[in-house]
T-cell receptor, first 115, second 112 residues
Framework: NAGVTQTPKFQVLKTGQSMTLQCAQD?????MSWYRQDPGMGLRLIHY???????DQGEVPNGYNVSRSTTEDFPLRLLSAAPSQTSVYFC??????????????FGSGTRLTVV | GNSVTQMEGPVTLSEEAFLTINCTYT??????LFWYVQYPGEGLQLLLK?????DKGSNKGFEATYRKETTSFHLEKGSVQVSDSAVYFC???????????FGGGTRLMVKP
């Protein structure tokens, strides 16, 4: 059971470049989300999805797009990278809404540097 | 809105010392409370949880009790080991949905 798989693990981008961070889970979780982790600021929610075809913004959505065409995949797109997007990005999933008490399963993270 | 406040780190302890990491929260309704741990170079792992007032979550020697009267969920361990060195995050999940709100994290360093 792979759990939550994130790729790539490391990435360096130039300002203005675009890229997609991949996230896939094999647990049939309905709920998926993206967080960024910055020193001293903990984890902040970027976007989330409660099921295929449904997405919504979190706390810090600007500069990021998401889509959810399947239950398994939840990619995060940076359309025009900026140095302020240098961070560690985590994807997380859990069972359907109302079962948040089970907690989340996290991927191992993507460390992104924008120069 | 919902929020979680943790004590700032780093917390540096000697092996076998007693650990307390404070966590307080602000939330509407009756949230579930969590502690996650992040070991170096890894993602977050669920350490323990509590879903209602006075519940005690426990795992790997760590404990935390859901105190509604003080809106707290402090993490404790009686005797820490070097292998406990990690970043610890307190979090809550609001009763109306599934989103987790995290505290800023507390880095624990345990010296032999």
């Amino acid at each position: 059971n792979a759990g939550v798989t994130q790729t790539p693990k490391f990435q360096v981008l130039k300002t203005g470049q675009s890229m997609t961070l991949q996230c896939a889970q094999d647990m049939n979780h309905e709920y998926m989300s993206w967080y960024r982790q910055d020193p001293g600021m903990g984890l902040r929610l970027i976007h989330y999805s409660v099921g295929a075809g449904i997405t919504d913004q979190g706390e810090v959505p600007n500069g990021y797009n998401v889509s959810r065409s399947t239950t398994e995949d939840f990619p995060l797109r940076l359309l025009s990278a900026a140095p302020s997007q240098t961070s560690v990005y985590f994807c997380a999933s859990s069972y359907s809404m109302g079962q948040g008490a089970r907690g989340y399963t996290f991927g191992s993270g993507t460390r992104l540097t924008v120069v | 809105g919902n929020s979680v406040t943790q004590m700032e780190g780093p917390v540096t302890l000697s092996e076998e010392a007693f650990l307390t990491i404070n966590c307080t929260y602000t939330a509407t309704g009756y949230p579930s409370l969590f502690w996650y741990v992040q070991y170096p170079g890894e993602g977050l792992q669920l350490l323990l949880k509590a879903t209602k007032a006075d519940d005690k979550g426990s795992n790997k020697g760590f404990e935390a009790t859901y105190r509604k009267e003080t809106t707290s969920f402090h993490l404790e361990k009686g005797s820490v080991q070097v292998s406990d060195s990690a970043v610890y995050f307190c979090a809550l999940s609001a009763s109306a949905g599934n989103m987790l709100t995290f505290g800023g994290g507390t880095r624990l360093m345990v010296k032999p």
